[in-house]
């Protein structure tokens, strides 16, 4: 009896290790036909959604500096290294190396999931407290898109009231422009800009743009160009990384 009972005891022990080790995914979050209809425009965005961990590379164009993104996709903690600084965020403070001066911006804080966010439309407009719904057609350099308005809860986000329109190619159902507000310094009536995405490449399913434009904008016209950088080895991991490197190095400062 008392083998057996050892025996039982062996087999519930790895039945509950096994168990352990299964994956279990999250809900997947309820939204719109519209917007998911665009979401599935882009591929298998499912993937996105469940997955624990992202990279990519990134080129700032004219300057021609490139910056590698590491991000744990639920806790969005990031760390972003290029030549000139390490800048991170370990859960609850951004952080950048080797001191403050290495990065010539106003905002560390700000900077840190900027192009992250930009590069993850519209996946990341599934996020809770996102709500995306279907308004008014908008016309942009005289050809008309449908158009998508997002809004944030008062809690989501340190700059909730941001304005954010998706204007989706009517052919591909794919996400061309982005119209945007930035009231994170302070601007109540920011004008918007306008941010291309062009050349989708596929990652394992998920559709990313290669190449991201900013745009002055004015009288639904693009002006002149603000910034442009391109993407590379976009990849969707089953793993988070380790919590270790979003840490600040013993060298570096925290920064607003």
Known sequence: ???????????????????????????????????????????????WYHAKAESYAMIHEGVMVEEDAFINLES??????????????????AWISPN?????????????????????????????????????????NGKKYPTYQVKFDSSTGSSPDDQYFMLINPETNRLEYLLYTVTYFGNENPPFSALKYEDYRDSDGVFFPRILTGY????????????????????????EFDSEIFEKPKDGVFAD
């Open 1 to 47: 009896m008392q083998k057996l009972s050892l025996i039982f005891a062996t087999l519930l022990l790895l039945v509950s290790s096994i168990s352990c080790q299964t994956k279990v995914e999250k809900p997947l979050p309820e939204l719109s036909p519209e917007f998911t209809a665009v979401l599935d425009s882009h591929g298998e965005w499912q993937k």
């Open 100 to 140: 403050r001066e290495a990065y010539k911006g106003n905002s560390v804080k700000f900077y840190h999931n900027l192009y992250f966010y930009f590069f993850n439309i519209p996946y990341v407009f599934t996020d809770p407290g996102v709500t995306v719904e279907k308004v008014a057609d908008k016309s942009l």
């Open 216 to 239: 002055t904008f004015e009288n639904d016209s693009t002006k002149n160009i603000k910034y442009q950088v391109t993407f590379a080895d976009a990849l969707l991991l089953d793993e």
């Open 76 to 93: 969005r903690k990031i760390r972003l290294s290029n030549t000139e600084f390490e800048i991170g965020f370990d859960g609850s403070q």
